[in-house]
């Protein structure tokens, strides 16, 4: 026949977005999706957090109206005083149990309704706008469209939401108690009218504050000039790496490009040969990957990582790597309709696996709060090396919790005045391949960026993450290269990092462009894949300290394939 399997075949294209169109992989969604566990997850995720949500309001007024019915009666019965006490103390110990609850439910629905609406409407109508824009635009009206389309789809999801707390309002029950019901039915429904006009009100709120937001932004725009460093300044070489997207097999596709894409792992071999020669000639300081380390999260391409970085022993000593999407969020080659469970243990396995492989990378140099991440991890070995072996349900949470405490990790500065790393993790949790793009960051990593600074006020640090903080001053070709990847919080983040921004240079991969831009005064540096498109290559950036504590960022030497 002639045919040969080392060049693969369609089914390597089934979630590649090189190769295939919005439509063509929704349409395999619909098709390959599992219903039964769809429906199982959709329970889990979506109707259990609303049943709690809808419920919180009707049980806290119910115990409000008994307490404060018992205290009209303490003066008069000493029984009812017992009473009180009891109810008092239950309502205090479940309501630490309720309130928590309470709140993770809030966060998964905002995560999995509101923030993906407005994101979704936001960039469709961005997407529209734009390819009616004439094409001979410049940024800066381009720039002004995007801040009107992002006010209009706040309003529009913020009206929306207002609409449906209008359909819930006659069957909601937020105060008074227990109401009388006839049925389990009524009750039923008065909870998840509850919910739903408080997902909307959540909903209306967010969009117009997030759509407010976009608008007012400081506008995002190329580079105008590269600094120059004072004489004798001290200097930093980073070679800034992203979205390696090693693979496990030697003709492995990448699943974004499909047979688009290059087979096996050749290319990353050759870009380490390359690093390699280039530290012989002239020294690196750091080699930083942020993010898409592995295609898959699988240990196989773990291994293939590490086999291949155990011939560069220099290169290892100075590399730092940033957990991406791909590395800790679920996707399949095949199956753009995979889904993880909220029962599955793989998405904690990934993150064990990306614990691990940052352990014995770089475990030694990077902290995590007080200690080293090696220190960090060492009394959860047992727990992590138990889970990674039989998945078990009981060490699950605590995998959970050590994954959301270590980051953000810093490699601290060697002097004073030194060059220091903050490594973020900008991963949304998501439980489908079709969405596991996501990016957020958390306000706890935001508090840590500012100790971090507080703590070495006169080093320039670098701000590592995978996900772009703001969509690139540049029209898109296709809409799938915009929905579900910029951080869904990015405005608040660059605001949070406003304050920081002649201090540090934030850093990113995620998008495979190769852009070096600013954004509110803050300089951004976003770093092609060296590995998914043939000629892209990658940079060598120059930083400085300027001897007031401000980073330079001189003019960075492109390295070619």
């Known amino acids: 026949m002639g045919l040969d399997p080392r060049n693969g075949d369609f089914e390597d294209d ?36 609303a049943v709690v949500l809808g419920a919180a ?71 529209l706008a734009e390819r009616v824009l004439p094409v001979h635009a410049g940024s800066g009206t381009r720039a002004a469209l995007r801040r009107a389309v992002a006010a209009f789809a706040g309003v529009l999801v913020s009206v929306l939401g207002v609409a449906v707390i209008l359909l819930a309002w006659p069957f909601l029950h937020l105060f008074g108690g227990i109401p009388p019901v006839a049925s389990p039915g009524e009750l039923a429904v008065m909870v998840l009218a509850n919910a739903l006009a408080l997902t909307s009100a959540g909903l209306a709120v967010a969009a117009l504050a997030w759509g407010l937001a976009d608008a007012m932004m400081g506008q995002k725009q190329d580079l105008a000039a590269f600094d120059a460093a004072p004489e004798g300044a001290r200097r930093w070489r980073v070679a800034h790496l992203s979205d390696l997207h090693v693979v496990g097999e030697r003709y492995g596709f990448r699943i974004e490009s499909g047979r688009a894409g290059p087979r096996g792992n050749d290319r990353f071999i050759a870009l380490l040969a390359r690093l390699a020669a280039l530290h012989e000639a002239a020294p690196l300081d750091l080699v930083l990957v942020t993010g898409d380390i592995t295609d898959a999260g699988r240990s196989a391409e773990w291994a293939e990582f590490q086999d291949a970085l155990a011939a560069h022993p220099a290169l290892a000593a100075r590399m730092l790597i940033v957990p991406g999407n791909h590395d800790v969020n679920i996707v399949d080659r095949a199956n753009p309709a995979r889904l993880d469970l909220p029962t599955s243990p793989t998405p904690r396995l990934r993150q064990i696996r990306m614990l691990a492989a940052m352990a014995a990378l770089q475990g030694g140099r990077v902290h995590s709060g007080e200690a080293t991440l090696a220190q960090a991890l060492a009394p959860h070995r047992d727990t992590l090396a138990g889970f990674a072996t039989t998945g078990q349900r009981r060490l699950r ?165």
């Open 397 to 561: 949470r605590g995998v959970a919790e050590l994954w959301d405490a270590v980051f953000p990790l810093v490699l601290p500065p060697a002097e004073p005045d030194g060059l220091g790393v903050l490594i973020l993790n900008s991963n949304a949790a998501t439980h489908f391949s079709f969405t596991n793009a996501l990016g957020l960051v958390t306000a706890r990593q935001a508090r840590g960026i500012d100790r971090a600074l507080a703590r070495w006020p006169r080093a320039v640090w670098i701000v590592a993450l995978h996900h772009h903080l703001v969509e690139y001053p540049a029209p898109a070709s296709a809409l799938s290269e915009r929905i579900g990847t910029v951080l869904i919080n990015g405005n608040w983040v660059l605001r949070r990092l406003r304050r920081h921004a002649r201090r540090i240079v934030v850093m990113h991969g995620h998008r495979h462009i190769d852009w070096i831009g600013s954004c509110g005064g803050i300089r951004i540096v976003s770093a092609p894949s060296p590995v998914m498109a043939k000629g892209d290559g990658f940079y060598v950036h120059t930083l400085a300290n300027d001897g007031a504590g401000h980073v330079a960022l001189l003019r960075p030497e492109r390295i070619m394939p």
């Open 57 to 127: 309001p009707i049980i806290v007024s119910a115990w409000l109206a008994s307490v404060t019915t018992k205290l009209g009666l303490v003066a008069v019965e000493a029984g009812a005083l017992a009473l009180l006490v009891a109810l008092l103390a239950g309502g205090w110990f479940a309501g630490r149990r309720l309130l928590p609850l309470a709140e993770r439910s809030v966060w998964s629905l905002l995560a999995l309704v509101v923030q993906p609406v407005y994101v979704a409407c936001r960039e469709v109508l961005r997407h």
């Open 14 to 49: 089934a979630s590649s977005t090189k190769s295939r169109s919005m439509l063509s992989l929704a349409g395999s969604l619909l098709v390959e999706i599992s219903l039964s566990r769809l429906l199982i997850a959709w329970l889990l995720l979506v109707v259990l957090p």
